[in-house]
């Protein structure tokens, strides 16, 4: 049997048939534990995709500004 943490990956990114999902939903509707970790997950899951673009946008504007600010000797 699936962990939490399993089915939770598989419901947010998703790979649940419809009536999986349907159950699923049933069972985080009535299971407020199961609620809090879904909703855990999902803001990791925000997380680490706002990570990875600030990172992106970290190089973008140091390249930037190196090309801006540089002197000529």
Known sequence: MENNIE???RY???????????????????????EEELA?????????KRKDQRDVLKQQLHDISNDYFKTTE
């Open 40 to 48: 855990l997950q999902k803001d990791m899951a925000n997380f680490l």
């Open 12 to 34: 947010l990114s998703g790979q649940m048939d419809q009536e999986e999902k349907k159950a699923f939903d049933a069972e985080i509707a009535a299971n407020p534990l199961l």
């Open 7 to 9: 089915r939770i990956d």
